[in-house]
């Protein structure tokens, strides 16, 4: 057993001393109180990069991509007594449907295709799996109000983020230890040491982008620097119901180290709420990468040079007021420092916490300055439940590049329905559009639609 899950062992056996045994004695039993969803998507993708860049260099103009994922969850009730010991499952499934070499968005073998692995030969443009697939099993602990999870991990907080924008979700290999034994306080403490991407059934080590080497795939041979160390921890306290406080660390090995502070508050302003959402990141380079270009990020680097040590600042601000099914919104995001902003990123898509990560771009280059804007429609309102429509347009200026500051934009439109009740509740229906232009030479702009029907069936 690794030190790191020894350890979170020994922190969980220290808490069941201190531990209220009626609180268990509540607990259904392990299959009494188990829950099991099975979940089907179906996802079509189409990216059209329309740059001349990308034809003079005769780079793939079109990616488009079509599946069915199946996402199967048993989540094990607790068994009764003191400890409570349970098992979560997740397998998952996807089938191509359609796709081929040259329109699935793959570069080499190593990358993996828009949603799915790539065939071992074809080499450039290779073409995509007929199917994969994974089995994620997590064993869990509870003791009063403190669980300990270790196995297959879908975190989600403010320096660790796990993906779901494709057919089948990211997921993470590690443990997670979460206590609310202080009312009104959250504590979390985990690590992570391997992350399945969302188009690879491997699990593959850990890096961020300048250092990855432009693949997910770590044992098919990727040429880049990796990690199989994220440790993090943080907590969340509701100051008042309606002002909540959050600290987190994380710490990629040889990579970076990050402090996350954050406020959000809700005020009932007339008719509406007014959600303020105040963030802030600091992020520096840790072992490596100060001093190994191997290990750099990408960045501005007064100069010519575009990689080099973590360097970072992100100061954000959101506002959303929501009244009568609308929602309006509008935020500011600086990226201070003279590297971009980091999270975990194998090369293989991945997701962070920013308030502008959004479908396409994350909005988030070293000195880059981001307005945005933002509008939604709940229709059930006006007797149409289950019908949601929003859009977001953001615009990022001082860009820093060797060739001086540059402009990037992004426009996402999205439109959602969800059947509400009869033979076809769950069933749901989406569609999101997303343009994305720029002056950053080097970068190709981009137009891209994904169609998504999904269902939601409970088994237990």
């Not at 073409?127 to 975190?155: A, F, H, Y």
């Not at 979390?188 to 040491?193: D, I, R, Y």
């Not at 973590?310 to 100061?315: C, E, H, K, P, S």
């Amino acid at each position: 057993m690794k030190k790191s899950t020894l350890a979170l062992a020994v922190a969980v056996g220290v808490l069941a001393q201190h531990a209220y045994a009626e609180t268990q004695a509540e607990a259904k039993g392990f299959i009494e109180g188990a829950t099991s969803t099975l979940g089907l998507r179906n996802y079509y993708i189409n990216t059209d990069n329309r740059d001349q860049n990308a034809k003079a260099a005769k780079a793939q103009s079109l990616n488009s991509e079509w599946g069915q994922g199946f996402d199967l969850r048993f989540n094990s009730g607790y068994t009764q007594g003191t400890v409570g010991f349970g098992l979560d499952v997740i397998a998952l499934e996807g089938i191509r449907l359609d796709t081929g070499r040259g329109t699935n968005g793959a570069t080499t073998v190593s990358s993996g295709t828009t949603m799915f692995p790539a065939e071992a030969t074809g080499g450039k443009n290779a073409k995509s799996v007929n199917d994969t697939g994974s089995l994620g099993l997590t064993g869990k602990v509870r003791v009063s109000q403190t669980e300990l999870k270790i196995g297959t991990l879908l975190p989600n907080n403010p320096v660790i983020k796990y993906n779901d924008g494709r057919l089948l979700p990211q997921t993470f290999t590690g443990g997670e230890l979460k206590s609310n034994e202080i009312k009104d306080l959250t504590l979390t403490l985990g690590q992570v040491e391997k992350a399945k991407g969302r188009n690879s059934s491997n699990d593959d080590d850990l890096s961020i982008a300048g250092a990855n080497g432009g693949a997910s795939n770590f044992s098919q041979g990727t040429t880049g620097k990796f990690s199989n160390k994220f440790q993090y921890a943080g907590a969340d306290y509701k100051i008042t119901k309606d002002l909540v406080a959050s600290y987190y660390f994380g710490e990629l090995k040889d990579f970076y180290k990050q402090n996350f502070l954050g406020l959000v508050h809700n005020w009932a302003i007339g008719p509406g709420v007014l959600k303020s959402d105040l963030r802030y990141y600091r992020s520096r380079d840790d072992g490596n990468n100060g001093n190994m270009s191997s290990y750099f990020t990408s960045g501005y680097y007064n100069g010519t040079v575009t990689k080099g040590k973590v360097d970072n600042n992100l100061y954000s601000y959101l506002a959303l007021y929501s009244v009568e099914g609308h929602t309006f919104g509008a935020g500011y995001q600086y990226s201070n420092g003279q590297s971009d902003f980091p999270w975990l990123n194998q090369g293989d898509g991945s997701s962070n916490s920013t308030i502008t990560d959004m479908q396409i771009q994350k909005f988030a280059h070293a000195g880059e300055r981001t307005w945005q804007g933002r509008y939604a429609y709940d229709f059930a309102k006006v007797g149409v439940p289950g019908l949601t429509a929003g859009v977001i347009y953001l615009r990022g200026n001082n860009v820093l590049t060797p060739t001086g500051p540059a402009t990037e934009w992004e426009r996402d439109i999205a439109v959602s329905y969800v059947v509400p009740e009869g033979t076809f509740k769950n069933v749901g229906v989406a569609w999101k559009n997303a343009m994305w232009r720029n002056d950053i030479i080097g970068q190709r702009t981009q137009d891209e639609n994904r169609l998504i029907v999904s269902y939601s069936i409970p088994l237990l």
